[in-house]
Nanobody, 121 residues
Framework: QVQLVESGGGLVQPGGSLRLSCAAS????????MGWYRQAPGKQRELVAR???????NYADSVKGRFTISRDNAKNTVFLQMDSLKREDTAVYYC???????????????WGQGTQVTVSS
């Protein structure tokens, strides 16, 4: 089995910063793209940022220039540096990864349990 465990969420004032981490563990042969999604109350889950195993990134327009996604392939970990946070960034943030398990041939998509980010004064 594969687990994605997020950390780094919390309460921050507008204009502040947070850094989220997500570590993948388990029976992993290879990880493809990894990403962060978020879901605010009453809204659908949306893509925040995504990064391929080669380092190509894409971002939601609402976070471009403020958020930076990166990954450490040796540690099966993805990060999200969030700067200049706004109240509208408040949401549960979910880690996502495409994983090939040991002994398998295809990628399966996995989700973390989510971590709360609250931007408030």
């Amino acid at each position: 089995q594969v687990q994605l465990v997020e950390s780094g969420g919390g309460l921050v004032q507008p204009g502040g910063s947070l850094r989220l981490s997500c570590a993948a563990s388990g029976s992993i042969a290879r990880i493809g793209a990894m990403g962060w999604y978020r879901q605010a109350p009453g809204k659908q889950r949306e893509l925040v940022a995504r990064i391929t195993n080669g380092g190509t990134t894409n971002y939601a327009d609402s976070v471009k220039g403020r958020f930076t996604i990166s990954r450490d392939n040796a540690k099966n970990t993805v990060f999200l540096q969030m700067d200049s946070l706004k109240r509208e960034d408040t949401a549960v943030y979910y880690c996502n990864a495409d994983v090939v398990r040991v002994g398998r041939w295809f990628e399966y998509n996995y989700w973390g349990q989510g971590t709360q980010v609250t931007v408030s004064s």
